[in-house]
């Protein structure tokens, strides 16, 4: 318990204020959630008080613990609070040994050749001779030694978060040619960079099925692709079979990406990928690292996790039906691994199949239980 | 439309044709009937292929009786003349449905047949007759079979889904109900028309003595519901014969999530829906609704369409034999790929 009371009031604070945030989903967006989570652990870190890492730890931990509690469907602030455990432990093992924390070889081998981690090799030359000696008299010495190379950790992942639209929307005029037909659905952020920024160098059509589930949200994105300079109609979801013969490819957002490679993403997407399947029509998801969740979706055929408002659906003003008639509304759909084809990620493209690599390099096991 | 002006990505569905103004402009003689029809067309107050069909045919008795045969010629060759301002007019209302197409092309063939030398009024009659007999035999009569049909593959416990709103699948399903089968209704809808929502819920649970237990939900809901659905009921406003199903925008949706689950899929449809000829996709033949009647649920910003934005609402779809598991016809059970087979069946060399 005292590694909890170390922590000082104010942090505490912040862990609470945005708790209840999330519970009354004042937060929205994947993204939105993600930054707040980084921002109120970085209060956190900075006011913690510890003497070796497993006190670091469990004080992240049950911070981290705290806030998926408040709002379990919100993965990626379980996702944001592994990310920064990895980071501070990978840190701490760099600083304190010659060698990095030994992992799995083929993750070593592969990351190797990724830029990030000779960045990181910078630091760590400068780093390793301070940790070998400090005052163990100072109960504090050990925390205010480590806490600079935290603090560059959480920034990091500040940062990546920050350039998520940037670095997916990167390669955009790679994955469209010009005269392209692409098929999207409803609205969202990553996709929308995506799009406008291979607009900027390919002539290409979008058509938009306008999400009858979520308020009609696909007419949102519309208006914005319209007004980028991107021929685009506006379909009902009931024509996406019909009009899938002409489509050259489906990109669409996701929720979340579990372990097996599905996702969760906005109601409609399972029929869409189906009907593209069908077709033979490939499936692109963009999406951001950060919300590659280590779970599985083992219980539920279907991903309706979570059910919006039945108002949407059937008004109150159809009187008599309202009360003898039962209506579903659900958020979110599961869409099976099969039915994708790529993942466009601010990392790189992965096929689902590798995500459980991606997911092994990005968070360490023992967190998969927060 | 100027095609100078059209952004190059929009020309590709240029052949969907634009949902022209209401027909308010009358060319020609044309019966009131036919222009009252004609309104109620393009307002879409009459929907379904049934319901136009037999409209249709109601309102050519009604012309057929107000004609007269002009002094030189005979009735057998100049009322076909004199039906094809009539007809050009209603399409102008709106494209002519499959159903409206059979009836008429019947409806010629009856005339040319007709005796030369019986007296006017009288062949007045018998066309007439021909044609109740028509709407009696190939639509009235045909449903009952269709719902005796399709109501043995309702039993206790059922959940069944249906989706929009087909005049002969709300029959099967308020029939099987009045023979005391307790099944219970999933109704999918889908915009742009939302018929699913008032007329089919507001008959299904207004039923006595214990209205039927009712879902509704929308289309991208329906992988959720389907884990729980026996069977699913469709209906049909055309059927080609490879065996495609031809119908309102979204059944080709529901079909292949149901196929990818392993429900069964029955198509309910009256032989006179069927039409010679294969369409491969929902792009040869296609209607686009005119946006004063769409409907949307809840609230939403309203979209006009711009120099880059373009509002296309397909009101129907195809969908591929391989999703469909039996077609109910008034000669049985069929399975889709014995489509072509039924003029056989109806003792007829042609449809």
């Known amino acids: 318990m005292a590694p909890e009371l170390r922590g000082s009031a104010s942090s505490h604070r912040a862990v609470e204020t945005l708790a209840a945030k999330l519970r009354r989903r004042q937060v929205v967006g994947s993204r939105a959630a993600a930054l707040e989570t980084v921002l109120v652990l970085r209060q956190v870190v900075s006011k913690a008080r510890f003497s070796n890492l497993e006190q670091l730890v469990s004080i992240i931990r049950s911070a981290g613990r705290t806030l998926v509690e408040a709002q379990p469907k919100e993965h990626s602030v379980g996702n944001t609070v592994r990310k920064v455990l990895h980071h501070v ?229 159809e009187g008599n039906l309202v009360d003898k008639v039962d209506v579903v509304n659900p958020y979110y759909d599961y869409v099976r691994p099969e039915l994708i084809d790529a993942f466009i990620t601010n990392d790189g493209d992965h096929p689902p199949s590798s995500i459980y690599r991606l997911l092994k390099e990005t968070y360490d096991d023992e967190d998969t239980e927060l | 439309m100027d095609s100078k002006n059209i952004p190059r990505g929009l020309k590709i569905f240029s052949h969907f044709g634009l949902p022209k103004p209401v027909g308010h402009t009358v060319k020609g003689d044309i019966h009131p009937a036919i222009i009252r029809l004609g309104l109620l067309f393009s307002e879409f107050r009459i929907c379904g292929a049934n319901a136009r069909a037999i409209a249709t045919l109601t309102a050519f008795k009604k012309v057929i009786q107000d004609y007269t045969t002009p002094a030189q010629s005979s009735l057998s060759r100049h009322l076909v003349t004199h039906l094809s301002p009539q007809i050009t007019h209603l399409v102008a209302a709106r494209p002519m449905s499959v159903t409206m197409g059979n009836a008429i092309r019947q409806l010629k063939l009856e005339i040319s047949k007709m005796d030369f030398d019986m007296v006017e009024q009288e062949a007045k009659n018998s066309l007439c007759e021909k044609i109740d007999n028509y709407i009696r035999d190939r639509i009235i009569f045909a449903d009952e079979v269709i719902q005796d049909l399709a109501g043995k593959k309702i039993k206790d416990g ?151 934005l373009e509002i296309l609402n397909p009101l129907y779809d195809l969908t591929p034999p391989t999703f469909i598991t039996a077609v109910v016809t008034e000669v049985g059970l069929i399975p889709p790929s014995s489509i072509s087979s039924i003029p056989l069946a109806l003792g007829k060399s042609t449809l």
Request: aromatic share 8%; proline share 5%; charged share 20%.
């Open chain 2, 158 to 308: 059922d959940i069944i889904l249906a989706f929009a709103r087909s005049s002969i699948v709300e029959k099967v399903l308020l029939r099987a109900h009045e023979e005391g089968k307790k099944f219970s209704v999933i109704v999918v809808d889908s915009p742009p028309l939302l018929e699913g929502c008032k007329a089919l819920l507001t008959t299904l649970t207004n039923t006595s003595p214990n209205p039927i237990p009712c879902t509704y939900a929308l289309l991208p809901a329906l992988p959720s519901l389907l884990t729980e659905v026996t069977t699913v009921l469709l209906g049909a406003h055309a059927l080609f014969s490879n065996g495609a199903v031809y119908s309102r925008a979204g059944t080709a949706l529901v079909a292949m999530m149901a196929k990818g689950h392993g429900v069964p899929v029955v198509v309910c449809c009256e032989t006179y829906k069927f039409s010679e000829g294969v369409m491969v996709d929902g792009f040869g033949k296609n209607e686009l609704a005119p946006s004063k009647i769409t409907r949307s649920t809840g609230d939403s910003i309203n979209v006009t369409p711009s120099t880059n």
């Open chain 1, 89 to 317: 432990r990978e840190e701490y093992h760099t600083a304190t040994r010659e060698t990095t924390k030994p992992s799995f070889s083929i993750a070593k081998f592969v990351s190797q050749g990724q830029p990030r981690k000779q960045a990181t090799g910078a630091a760590r030359t400068e780093i390793k001779g301070i940790l070998k000696d400090y005052d163990t008299s100072d109960p504090d010495a050990f925390a205010k030694m480590l806490k600079p190379v935290l603090m560059e950790a959480i920034q990091y992942v500040l940062d990546e978060l920050e350039t998520v639209y940037d670095n997916v929307a990167k390669n955009a005029k790679d994955h469209i040619h010009s005269d392209e037909i692409i098929l999207t659905l409803g609205k969202s952020r990553t996709v929308e960079e995506f799009l406008i920024t291979a607009a900027h160098n390919r002539n290409y059509t979008v058509i938009v099925a306008e999400t009858a589930l979520r308020k009609y949200e696909g007419r949102e994105m519309a208006k914005s692709l319209s007004s980028a300079g991107i021929s685009t109609f506006l379909v009902p979801d009931s024509s996406i079979f019909a009009l899938m013969s002409r489509v050259n490819k489906v990109i669409l957002g996701a929720h979340a990406i579990l372990a097996n490679g599905g996702m969760f993403a906005i109601t409609g997407s399972q029929i869409a990928a189906t009907a593209a399947r069908a077709h033979s029509t490939p499936v692109v998801v963009c999406v951001g690292q950060f919300k590659i969740t280590p779970l599985w979706n083992l219980y539920h055929e279907y991903g309706a996790l979570d059910f919006g408002n039945p108002s949407d659906v059937l008004r109150f003003d």
